[in-house]
T-cell receptor
């Protein structure tokens, strides 16, 4: 069973526009949730994480995500896109009864000038 | 402090050969996980090790094996390489609380790019 689903394999926004990358999880018990960014030919860099504290999580580079239990979602947002935000973004989950991290398929963000 | 280090960074192997990939976790981290990332896809979980014991295994064939050493470094071994094994192999280290629950996320290395020809 898919633990985490990212809606939209490719998102394109204009520079300065709102960035919204969608992530939904499938678990009856809220898991730990993470967003990672991957630039070409590099590893994964942690943007932010939800570990059952505040539901609105602020991360690096101006990104934030809101955990919504009713919607089983953890969407990533940024008010104003920058050219340097162009990358692949992955949502990941650690389930309550497990310890390994599982990833979504990723969303490629393109930022147009 | 050094981050997660992986070696080698790039590797080219021939079908049927064997490969060993290495990972050194962040100092103090006792759990190491391995992931395979095929081009254009998300990372797929292969193994998790903690205190030298396998604690999790993904849906990979027995050609894939791993181990963790007393210093918490780890090796991933792949036998009888196939073209489909070409991928970026990522290692991640993490803290692990006494109860067994990892709740601080993982820190990833830059990966080993394996090409099988």
């Amino acid at each position: 069973a898919q633990s985490v689903t990212q809606l939209g394999s490719h998102v394109s926004v204009s520079e300065g526009a709102l960035v919204l990358l969608r992530c939904n999880y499938s678990s009856s018990v809220p898991p730990y949730l993470f967003w990672y960014v991957q630039y070409p030919n590099q590893g994964l860099q942690l943007l932010l994480k939800y570990t059952s504290a505040a539901t609105l999580v602020k991360g690096i580079n101006g990104f934030e995500a809101e955990f919504k239990k009713s919607e089983t979602s953890f969407h990533l947002t940024k008010p104003s896109a920058h050219m340097s935000d162009a990358a692949e973004y992955f949502c990941a989950v650690i389930l309550y009864n497990n310890n390994d991290m599982r990833f979504g398929a990723g969303t490629r963000l393109t930022v147009k000038p | 402090d050094a981050g997660v280090t992986q070696s080698p960074t790039h590797l080219i192997k021939t079908r049927g050969q064997h490969v060993t990939l290495r990972c050194s976790p962040i100092s103090g981290h006792k759990s190491v996980s391995w992931y395979q990332q095929v081009l254009g896809q998300g990372p797929q979980f292969i193994f998790q090790y903690y205190e030298k014991e396998e604690r999790g295994r993904g849906n990979f064939p027995d050609r894939f094996s791993a181990r963790q050493f007393p210093n918490y470094s780890s090796e991933l071994n792949v036998n009888a390489l196939l073209l489909g094994d070409s991928a970026l192999y990522l290692c991640a280290s993490s803290l692990r609380v006494p109860s067994g629950r990892v709740n601080y996320g993982y820190t990833f290395g830059s990966g080993t790019r394996l090409t099988v020809v």
